[in-house]
């Protein structure tokens, strides 16, 4: 792996406007996520129109750099060379990440959504830096990849694994010492922090979980 291309991050937060609540908007929780100790950001909010996912990515990374965070892109490698983001975050039905790595160049991270241990090692035959791996437990955004994976399955996947694993699927603060013992690098996640009462002191707990702080 280049040595630019280094995975320096385990609090990944995936966006989705939806998770957020009527009280708050998107880019103010993120924002205090990233105050929080939040070391990665991932654009999805895959449904929005190009314009407006634009138009957001250019928001995050203003907020990203400003908090010394990574930017990546799900799925779209435009978005993410217009904003200068730092990657791309693909799936089994995304462009493929030989071609991702073409458009991209040699430097930008490209992550992929792993739902078993074989496609781990496909992905980082093909050009990965790193894979979230999911669901470890029962999330409702991911009840259509079948039950749960469970612990044993990520330590599984971890120690056969080349790439640095994000476990993600019903992460929470009192789940990330099991997920780190059976060797995740780090975390991804969405409702335990956008949904949280207060972001800033969720992602602020979950970074010291981690070991960050």
Known sequence: MDRDRCVDFSLYLISDRKAVPQNRDLLTTIEQALEGGTDAVQLRDKDLPADQRLALARQLRVLTRRHRARLIINGAVDIA???EADGVHLGASSLPIAEARRLLGPQKLIGYSAHGPEELLTAHEQGADFATFSPIFFTPCKADFGPPLGLQRLAAACRISPLPVLA???IDINRVSAVRRAGAHGI????????AENP???ARDLSLALGLR
């Open 188 to 195: 991804a996640l969405i409702s335990a922090i956008l949904g």
């Open 81 to 83: 060379l217009a904003v």
């Open 200 to 202: 800033r002191e969720a």
């Open 168 to 170: 993600l699927g019903g």
